[in-house]
């Protein structure tokens, strides 16, 4: 099972109200994520693979499989498409991608 991570370096990002509001320094623009994908977006912050995101949507919305594996992939496709994620272990740097501390530009969104 592949693992996947959001783009360790130049992607800053803050949880405001329950939802994610994340700046990608690399194309220069904001992105909201809303609460579902909050959580979604926590655990690629970590690494999970796409049956570990699925079970998160069971389990927190009781869905069925079927439908946690569609919305899955449709958000793991959207962030790919936007160049965010790549394979858990990938990244250029020994850190993860981390919350922005207070005052940092994405927590001004």
């Not at 194309?27 to 999970?48: H, M, P």
């Not at 946690?68 to 962030?79: I, K, M, Y």
């Not at 790549?86 to 250029?92: I, S």
């Amino acid at each position: 099972m592949e693992r996947l991570r959001l783009r360790a370096d130049d992607v800053d990002w803050q949880r405001v109200d329950g939802e994610v509001v994340a700046l990608d320094f690399v194309q220069s623009r904001y992105l909201a994520v809303n609460a579902t994908g909050t959580a979604l977006w926590e655990s690629l912050a970590e690494g999970a693979t796409r049956e570990e995101l699925a079970a998160l949507l069971i389990a927190a919305h009781g869905i069925s499989e079927t439908q946690a594996h569609e919305d899955v992939g449709a958000f793991v496709a959207r962030l790919q498409a936007e160049g965010l994620l790549e394979p858990a272990g990938m990244e250029k740097r020994d850190s993860s991608v981390k919350p922005a501390p207070s005052g940092s530009p994405s927590s001004q969104a």
